[in-house]
C-alpha cells in the first residue's frame, strides 16, 4: 500500500530534517512510521510551480492547487492521498465526488466551522467530500456531526500526540532543585507565535515576584521601556526576534518552572477556533511542565481534570495572576503535575501510538472506499 502525503506547509523539508535527527517527527503527521505497518509514503516538493502555488493563495478555497494538480496527473502507483490539513485538498476531495479522481482523500481536521450558511456551505462542498476524516479531538467530530450532518461513520478522533524520543526527561528534567526551592530560580515561559495573547500575560506578571521569558514572537510585543522589568523577549544570537533554534528551545524547556500559554480566543471563536497551543501543550507535557493555558475547548485534553496545570479564562488578567501565584508558592503541586504530565504522555499522548491508530483507519479506508 502506498500513500501521497501534502500538507498546508513543506513536508518535503520536515522530512529530510528529520532524517537528519534535527526536527521531532511528530510535525510529519504519523508518516515517518507508516512504513512500520506496510504503507509506503511518497512527500510531493511542497512548490513546483510558483504561478498555481500564487493562485492557491488568492482562490484558499479551492486548496493548494500547486501539490493537487500533480496528484491529479501522476501514473496510479499510490492508493490514497492523506492530507494532514482538509483546506490542502479541497479540489481533490470534490472532484473525487463527481468521479473525475478515482482515489481515496484521508484530511485531518484541526477545528470545526461556524454554524451559519458559509460554513455550512464550505463544509457541503469540501469537507464532506473526502472520503474520511480524522478529527483531532471528539469535540471536532461531534461539531461536524451535530451542526453539519457529517456522518460519523466517515470520521474518527486521533488524538494527536508527540515524538518522545526528542524530549528528554528525568524525574528533575536535569535542572537544579532550588528550582523548585528557590523563588528568584522560578522562571516562567512562553512559546508560540500563532493565537497568542501576549498582552493579557504581559499585564498579569506585572508586580508578581516572578521572571517570564517569552519565545516566538516575530517582533517585540510592546517597546522595551514599556515591558515589566520581570518580562524580557530573548533573542537568538543574530536574530532581531526570539525564535530559538529547536535544540536551544529545548534548553529553556528544561529550565522553565511552568509553561505558560496564552491564547487569543474571542468570544465569538469560542466553539470554532482551531486547536492553537495544543503544540505547546505536547510539549510541556513531554518536558514533564506544568502549564498555565488558556482554555481552548476544541482540545481534547482537560489540564486540570488530568492534573497537569490550571485553567484560564480567555483575556483574565485576574485569573492569569492567581494561577501564577499559586504555582509560584506551591513548588511541590508544580512538580506533581509536571510528573503526571509526563506519565501522560507516555501511556496516551506517544506518537506510536497516533501512527498505529492512523495506519489502522488507513487501511479500513482502503478496503472499503473503492474507485467511483
Not at 500538507?7 to 534535527?22: C, F, H, Q, S, T
Not at 512500520?36 to 512527500?43: A, C, K, N, R
Request: with cysteine; net charge neutral; glycine share 6%.
Amino acid at each position: 500500500m502506498k500513500v501521497i502525503f501534502v500538507n498546508n506547509y513543506p513536508m518535503d523539508g520536515a522530512w529530510e530534517l528529520w532524517k537528519k535527527r534535527e526536527f521531532p517527527a511528530h510535525h510529519l503527521w504519523g508518516a515517518t512510521q507508516l512504513q512500520e505497518y506496510g504503507i509506503d509514503v511518497d512527500i510531493l516538493p511542497h512548490e513546483k510551480f510558483r504561478f498555481s502555488k500564487t493562485l492557491s493563495n488568492k482562490i484558499k478555497l479551492l486548496g493548494d492547487l500547486d501539490q493537487q494538480i500533480r496528484i491529479l496527473f501522476r501514473k496510479p502507483d499510490y492508493d490514497l492521498v492523506y492530507s494532514a490539513h482538509d483546506l490542502t485538498t479541497s479540489l481533490l476531495a470534490l472532484l473525487r465526488s463527481v468521479g473525475i479522481f478515482r482515489k481515496p482523500v484521508v484530511a485531518i481536521m484541526h477545528r470545526s466551522f461556524n454554524d451559519n450558511f458559509f460554513g455550512s456551505l464550505f463544509v457541503h462542498l469540501f469537507v464532506n467530500k473526502h472520503d474520511r476524516l480524522i478529527c483531532l479531538s471528539s469535540r471536532i467530530r461531534d461539531q461536524l456531526r451535530d451542526r453539519f450532518g457529517v456522518s460519523e461513520k466517515k470520521m474518527c478522533v486521533i488524538e494527536w500526540a508527540i515524538d518522545l524520543s526528542f524530549y528528554k526527561y528525568e524525574s528533575s528534567n536535569g535542572a537544579s532543585s532550588t528550582q523548585y526551592e528557590a523563588t528568584e530560580s522560578r522562571i516562567f515561559i512562553s512559546v508560540g507565535k500563532t493565537g497568542r495573547d501576549y498582552q493579557t500575560l504581559i499585564e498579569a506578571f506585572d508586580g508578581i515576584n516572578y521572571s517570564l521569558k517569552i519565545y516566538g514572537v516575530e517582533k517585540n510585543i510592546l517597546p522595551a521601556s514599556d515591558l515589566p522589568t520581570n518580562v524580557t523577549l530573548p533573542a537568538s544570537e543574530g536574530k532581531s526576534n526570539s525564535f530559538l533554534p529547536f535544540d536551544e528551545l529545548l534548553k529553556e524547556y528544561q529550565r522553565a518552572y511552568v509553561i505558560t500559554i496564552p491564547l487569543d480566543i474571542p468570544p465569538q471563536k469560542v466553539d470554532t477556533v482551531t486547536l492553537i497551543g495544543l503544540t505547546s501543550l505536547l510539549e510541556a507535557m513531554a518536558m514533564g511542565k506544568a502549564v498555565i493555558m488558556t482554555r481552548n475547548r476544541q482540545i481534547g485534553i482537560d489540564v486540570e481534570k488530568e492534573g497537569i496545570g490550571i485553567f484560564v479564562e480567555p483575556g483574565d488578567v485576574e485569573g492569569w495572576k492567581k494561577a501564577i501565584s499559586y504555582l509560584g508558592t506551591h513548588p511541590e503541586i508544580a512538580l506533581e503535575m509536571g510528573h503526571r504530565a509526563r506519565q501522560l504522555c507516555e501511556g496516551k499522548y506517544d506518537l506510536k501510538n497516533f501512527a498505529a491508530k492512523l495506519a489502522g483507519f488507513l487501511k479500513e479506508t482502503i478496503n472499503t472506499c473503492t474507485s467511483i
